[in-house]
């Protein structure tokens, strides 16, 4: 058995990720996630892990849609049939014959969702869930025709997305599930792909994530490396870059991409191999796989009244160690228009505050703090870099910063120690003795236009 030592690291780990997850949590209360899975999902035993971690997003106020695949059982139906498996451009030919084992496969498929989202054991993730899944006729379809002059007959895309029927039992706290079949005007029946009803479902749903369940970590680089953040133009780039891709991407990002420019404000590629990948991708700052977005999710902008709060917890930390000296909230929001923040995918995990002394060209660069899960990557270097910038466009020749611990950073930027008596006037006036902070200031040159 764990010591006492022991429980007390695991408790104190467990409290700092939970604190560290509470803003996705309330980030994420009512949004809209579409989650996509192949039929592999199920067949290979993994729907039963994937089922607790749903089942805890639904119970923190996520809207789920799920959309799953069949095509390993179709193959198998096909086969046990001796029908003919037949193929182009990567979509199933769908005959009289494809379309039975389509049917057979999806309603045995939805049939063990449902079942699998339905346990509520006792001392179980599940316990207590009550999980209501609705599916039904909610996607429209027409044929896709032929294609590289074959005749894909009864495979089909999606025409329309029943957006009022799906809303009304997501707004009951129901999750709603999709299977890859749609259905005619006409009472026709035709089979479509997982990816081109989670990408319309997502569009037509104005969803904030699209998240693709598949085989790989994510899209990659030339030397393999994760990347973890792409916006739309960099995914495009490498689709038309002509790389050799794994299938899975190959078929999954241009789909992101799509969804992200309708409208989606996320994509997600994750690995459906890793235990709990979900739950890694969306309540760590890191994240596990590869997420898109239409614009960079890194942005430096001036503070506003609304950003206080957020600016308040970066500073706390800091001030309880003595690093920055303690500002309350009412001289903050006096003072909110002299501050800068740096906002990751909503949340600010940077700030820096800049007091003009006009007289002496001088100003004073202030409360630079990083969120601790953030603080590598040169973040700190890039707000110091932004307030720099603003300061030259406002004729301000000199930086100058008051510091008890952080005095290396400063001097390995270009700031040189100075005296109290270098400061502007009125800022003297203000130096705290007792505090006996040090002093560095920094000439900004004015840059050449290139």
């Known amino acids: 058995m764990p010591d006492k030592t022991q429980n007390s690291e695991l408790g104190t780990h467990f409290v700092a990720w ?13 949004k809209t996630f579409v989650i996509a899975f192949g039929g592999e999902v199920v067949s290979e035993g993994q729907f039963i892990a994937l089922a607790h971690d749903l089942s805890l997003l639904n119970s923190l106020g996520v809207r789920l849609v799920l959309v799953h695949g069949v095509r390993p059982q179709i193959e198998e139906e096909l086969t046990e049939r001796g029908a003919a498996i037949r193929y182009t451009g990567g979509m199933r030919v769908t005959d009289d014959d494809a379309l039975k084992c389509v049917k057979e496969a999806a309603g045995t498929v939805r049939v063990e969702i449902e079942a699998l989202l339905s346990m509520g054991l006792a001392n179980s993730p599940m316990a207590g869930a009550d999980i209501r899944v609705a599916s039904g006729n909610f996607v429209t379809a027409k044929p896709i025709g032929v294609l590289d002059g074959v ?18 039992r ?71 870059a002509g790389r050799d891709l794994p299938e899975d991407i190959g078929v999954y990002l241009p789909c992101a991409v799509r969804a992200c420019r309708s409208g989606v404000a996320r994509g997600h590629l994750i690995n459906r191999h890793v235990d709990g990948a979900l739950l890694q991708e969306l309540f760590t700052h890191g994240g596990i796989g590869t997420m898109l977005s239409e614009a960079p999710l890194e942005t430096i902008r001036k503070a506003t009244i609304d950003d206080v709060g957020g600016v308040l917890k970066l500073l706390e930390p800091l001030e309880a160690e003595g690093v920055l000296v303690r500002r309350s909230r009412e001289l903050l929001e006096m003072e909110i228009d002299r501050f800068w923040v740096l906002e990751y995918d909503g949340m600010i995990i940077g700030c820096a505050a800049l007091y003009p002394f006009p007289e002496e060209t001088a100003a004073e660069l202030a409360c630079l703090a990083i969120h601790a899960n953030y603080r590598d990557g040169g973040r700190g270097e890039l ?18 910063v008051l510091t008890t611990r952080t005095a290396h950073w400063f001097i390995e930027r270009g700031f040189v120690e100075a005296g109290v008596e270098q400061l502007p006037k009125a800022k003297q006036g203000l130096y705290n003795y007792r505090r006996r902070s040090k002093v560095f200031m920094k000439k900004l040159q004015t840059r050449a236009k290139a």
């Open 383 to 400: 707000l110091l870099g932004h307030i720099e910038d603003y300061a030259r466009k406002i004729r301000i020749r000199q930086l100058f």
């Open 151 to 168: 005749d894909l007959q009864l495979t089909g895309e999606v025409r329309k997305i029943d957006v009022t029927a799906i809303n009304r």
């Open 18 to 30: 939970f604190r560290s997850a509470a803003p996705y949590i309330h980030a994420f209360r009512g």
């Open 170 to 240: 997501l707004e009951q706290n129901d999750m709603v599930l999709l299977s890859p079949i749609g259905y005619s005007p006409t009472g026709e029946i035709f089979n479509l792909t997982l990816e081109d009803v989670a990408t319309s479902a997502a569009i037509a749903l104005d969803a904030d994530k699209l998240i693709f369940l598949m085989d790989n970590n994510g899209v990659t680089d030339a030397d393999g490396d994760l990347l973890r953040e792409l916006t739309i133009a960099e995914a495009s780039e490498i689709l038309a």
